[in-house]
């Protein structure tokens, strides 16, 4: 038995914020804590947004204390905040990071700490029982997806690796995407959470699950990714591109309900030990870890994935035919367009940083979806080889 699920409201387009403030008033909300980063509050974006949801007669505060690759004393402090402040709902602005504490603070609003125990690899979701306070989701990036996801991804204290929180109730009530919202990201972050997207609907692709639709998703996906993504990096205030991307983020993040693979596991470490910021990660080992993919495929002769590895390979060569051997420089042209600059090494990454890599990443749970099987040592392979010295 497989369970298909895809039940996200979206509102999309460049009117959407005064669509969710409407939603709102409906629902009778009266007073939301906004979960957010400095950042983003620094160049105004929170209070123009707070400026739009505001004229619907409503309240919203803002908890402004996620980081990048976010911590449960993020969550924390925003549980604190949340649970002495009248709130009735949240609205997690941002990039997956932000949407991300803003689902994990209302699990936590109505759970018991600590938040170690709800973590999905210890059986942890069985715990989520109680109804969860209603969460909106904005994101400004179009990358992690997290506002289509049923899942959020936080290191707990004292923890080198990222732990995964499940649940079908996560899943934000509203997603709202609104191309100008995205617009003020700069090339480089914009190419490394497009590479994030890109690395979603891949990675789950190639998942043996049977699931034709989560597929038909990640192919569109990727399709808009390869197509939008360069516009998008190259003229950030292209809304047709932002608008796009947006759009190719949610459906990475919905179709990887089928799982993830290797590339995701070796990302992980790259941002717990050494903050690097998971798009980018996954952007870095993308190469290798299709090269990687690729040649074992072609030993075993597994034709049903190298016929997927060929239709991803014709998704970066519409107008061409090109050979499937050819896939992981077409991916190496594509991140050189995108303004990427390959090698973990150009990344503060030495090899004296792989072992330990190498073993957070075979505990991370991602790669057990892979197409097959993969091992400590070739996973150590793959870190050197994408060191590019
Ligand atoms: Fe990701």
Do not use: W
């Not at 949801?53 to 911590?71: A, K, M, R, W």
């Not at 690395?199 to 597929?215: G, I, K, W």
């Amino acid at each position: 038995m497989i369970q298909y699920n895809f039940p996200t409201i979206i509102y999309f387009g460049t009117d959407a914020l005064s669509s969710l403030g409407q939603q709102l008033a409906v629902k009778q909300h009266q007073r939301l804590l906004i979960v957010t980063d400095a950042g983003l509050v620094s160049i105004g974006l929170i209070e123009q947004i707070q400026q739009q949801i505001q004229s619907f007669d409503l309240e919203t505060v803002v908890f402004d204390g996620v980081h990048p690759n976010p911590t449960e004393a993020d969550v924390e402090a925003g549980v604190d905040f949340y649970q002495n402040g009248g709130f009735d709902g949240l609205i997690g602005i941002g990039g997956g990071s932000a949407i991300d504490v803003a689902k994990t603070i209302r699990l936590m609003a109505v759970h018991p700490a600590p938040l170690s125990q709800y973590e999905e690899a210890k059986g942890g979701t069985d715990l989520i029982c109680n109804p969860l306070p209603p969460c909106y989701a904005i994101p400004t990036t179009a990358g992690t997806g997290s506002e289509v996801g049923r899942s959020s991804v936080i290191t707990l204290t004292g923890s080198q690796q990222k732990s995964i929180f499940f649940h079908p109730t996560l899943i934000p009530d509203i997603a709202v995407l609104d191309p100008t919202l995205t617009t003020s990201l700069p090339a480089h972050l914009t190419a490394a959470t497009g590479a994030d997207a890109f690395s979603h609907s891949f990675e789950t692709y190639l998942v043996r699950l049977q699931h034709p639709m989560a597929d038909g998703i990640a192919l569109e996906g990727m399709k808009m990714v390869a197509q939008y993504l360069p516009t998008a990096v190259a003229q950030g205030t292209d809304l047709e591109a932002r608008g796009q991307m947006l759009l190719a983020a949610t459906m990475g993040a919905t179709a990887f309900q089928k799982g993830l693979g290797v590339i995701h596991s070796m990302a992980h470490p790259l941002s717990t030990l050494f903050d690097m910021h998971h798009g980018l990660a996954n952007a870095l080992l993308l190469v290798e870890g299709t090269s990687f993919t690729l040649e074992r495929t072609v030993e075993t002769d597994d034709t049903l994935l190298l016929a997927k590895l060929q239709t991803v390979a014709d998704i970066f060569s519409p107008q061409t035919p090109v050979e499937v051997t050819e896939l992981p420089q077409l991916i190496t042209d594509f991140l050189r367009q995108i303004g990427i600059q390959s090698g973990l090494y150009h990344h503060g990454i030495s090899s004296e940083s792989i072992p330990a890599l190498t073993r957070l990443a075979y505990q991370d749970p991602c790669h057990q979806n892979h197409p097959f099987p993969v091992t400590e040592p070739e996973i150590e392979a793959i870190y050197h080889r994408a060191l590019g010295k």
